[in-house]
């Protein structure tokens, strides 16, 4: 087996874990291409910011991810995040050119509970006079 660093990153309800190895870009998310898992536009970019941040090319990692959870923006955020720390472990000069950016900082935002005699967390029943 080739050596490879792992990041783990976390958005709303989703877990990924991500695996970068040098190859040939090649990118694999829950057993399935990552065009095919994300084909939404922009998502692919948006996972690949990381590489452009550190002045790399994602042509010269396959990256690997395990998602789990979530949406399907909770999820392209939780890879975003996994790759971030997967190159913050690679090369730890990257850690300021990827914190410039953003991309180290997990959102913490969740969905609020909903609370009793609501109708949603905040959301109150229709207010009726009569």
Known sequence: MAQYYEGIGRRKESTARVRLMTGS???TVNEKDGAVYFPRMGDLADILRPFSAVGQEAAKYDVSVLVSGGGTTGQTEAVRLGVARALQIINADWTSALRKKGLLTRDARVKE?????LKKARKAPTYTKR
């Open 113 to 117: 509970r909903k609370k009793p005699g």
């Open 25 to 27: 870009g090649k990118m």
